[in-house]
């Protein structure tokens, strides 16, 4: 990593937690950080993971973002990024959401793995498949601390790769040796009416590869996956900004389907 002063960093996430705590969306961060290093980006998740750690949060898994090529080129970058999962992120299915938890919410449909296994050895696609366990269909309530979602690599990785709330299906199918690439997604709204739609092969050309970078990106890091980790692979189809009092219900062949209710604004 370009070395950068502690200062910058502390800085960075001090701006970024404010904008949480406050729900009033930020200015960028990286002018605090000017390497445009995913890694400085790193640095200051490590600091806000610590320190939701320390007021009482416990991590539960991971998330996978930037899977879609797309997305990737626009922010020029030519790999995913991770962030970390919190228990109070947690929408149980059936649960009211309230979007005034978020500040910019968007939603959209991803498969969910539950590890049944560590992952700390050797890996392959074999190895990762085994500790892999069951697959649920989730969906993913993205949100930035950034205003207006001006985010470079570098915020979105600082901004906890742009995480807010997940809810997971009530399904679990165990992955073994399941082709993911051609697996279709549709989510729809409380009329029926389809907001985004897509494959497993939008999700850098397989869920099970990004499983695979996530598990040797969190293991080159000294950080192994661990067995009941929930592991968000990364979306399977465009999101969509969160309109307060709809339902959003997304169905995954061969997966299962998962709501997510949001309550009206008042």
Known sequence: MTHIDSTRIENAAARLDQARRHRIPCAPVRDLLPSRDPATGYAVQQVLTASRIAGGAHPVGHKIGLT???????????????GVLFDDMVCLQGQVIDS????????????????????????DETTVRKAAGDMVAA????????????ITIVDTVADNASSGLFVLGAERIPLRDQDLRTIEMTMTDARGQRLSSGTGSACLGDPVAALCWLARTKQELGEPLRAGDVVLSGALGPMVPVVPGETYTATITGIGRVVAEFAARR
């Open 68 to 82: 879609a090529p797309s997305v990737q080129q626009q922010l020029g970058v030519d790999q995913p990024d991770f």
């Open 100 to 123: 005034r938890r978020l500040l910019q919410p968007r939603i959209e449909a991803e498969v969910a793995f539950v590890l049944s296994g560590d992952l700390d050895g050797p890996l």
């Open 139 to 150: 969906l993913e309530i993205v949100d930035s601390r950034v205003a207006d979602w001006d």
